[in-house]
């Protein structure tokens, strides 16, 4: 158990909607990094925020986007959904917002219908 | 950040090491090893990183070459559970808001 906690774990959708994925990083890291990892592109970064600011932004779509909010969990928003959207996103969490070492939860899988 | 080139797969009986080697030839001298895993479909866990000296944790032990251009992962007595992709990166440690870059990794699987 690496501390980080992701819900849902399973969600599955229609083409259009909207979705929102939340993450609550261990107990004491300021910083939250998204990935998403489907068949054919292995692991994404997506986005990181660091007690609350964004610090480093990857190949996120614009119909994406997120936040960290004061108390540090995080949430991913993804909307107008695609077929090519469904994929496992993983949320990890760090203390040190320049670390190597992240601790990923277990991850949100979405299907898009 | 630098390239790595891994092999894409491996098998390795169980009870034996596992020696996974990754290349990276380009790398700076501020950039460090890093390896991850991810068990199938679960998040990457992080196992252990370092610069230029060998480094031994609980997990394994990790062998950078003296020019640093390869380093070796080892799993000293893989099991079964050690069934993995298994993902060597390289990155400058202080390079500020430069997220960790996961390649294809080793499918490492540990043969009973």
């Known amino acids: 158990d690496s501390g980080v906690t992701q819900t849902p774990k399973h969600l599955i959708t229609a083409t259009g909607q909207r979705v929102t994925l939340r993450c609550s990083p261990r107990?004491?890291?300021?910083?939250v990094y998204w990935y998403q990892q489907s068949l054919d592109q292995g692991l994404q970064f997506l986005i990181q925020?660091?007690?609350?600011?964004?610090?480093a932004k990857g190949n996120i779509l614009e119909r994406f986007s997120a936040q960290q909010f004061p108390d540090l969990h995080s949430e991913l928003n993804l909307s107008s959904l695609e077929l090519g959207d469904s994929a496992l996103y993983f949320c990890?969490?760090?203390?040190?917002?320049?670390?190597?070492?992240?601790?990923f939860g277990e991850g949100s899988r979405l299907t898009v219908l | 950040d630098a390239k790595t080139t891994q092999p894409p797969s491996m098998d390795c009986a169980e009870g034996r090491a596992a020696n996974l080697p990754c290349n990276h030839s380009?790398?700076?001298?501020?950039?460090?090893v890093y390896w991850y895993r991810q068990i199938h479909s679960q998040g990457p866990q992080y196992i252990i990183h370092?610069?230029?000296n060998n480094e031994t944790n609980e997990m394994a032990s990790l062998i950078i070459t003296e020019d640093r251009k390869s380093s070796t992962l080892i799993l000293p007595h893989a099991t079964l559970r050690d069934t993995a992709v298994y993902y060597c990166?390289?990155?400058?440690?202080?390079?500020?808001?430069?997220?960790?870059?996961f390649g294809k990794g080793t499918r490492l699987s540990v043969i009973a």
């Open positions: 990890a969490s760090s203390v040190d917002p320049d670390a190597g070492e992240l601790f």
């Open positions: 107990s004491g890291d300021l910083s």
């Open positions: 925020y660091y007690n609350g600011e964004e610090r």
């Open positions: 380009t790398i700076s001298g501020n950039e460090y």
């Open positions: 370092g610069l230029k």
């Open positions: 990166i390289v990155r400058d440690r202080n390079s500020g808001n430069t997220p960790l870059v």
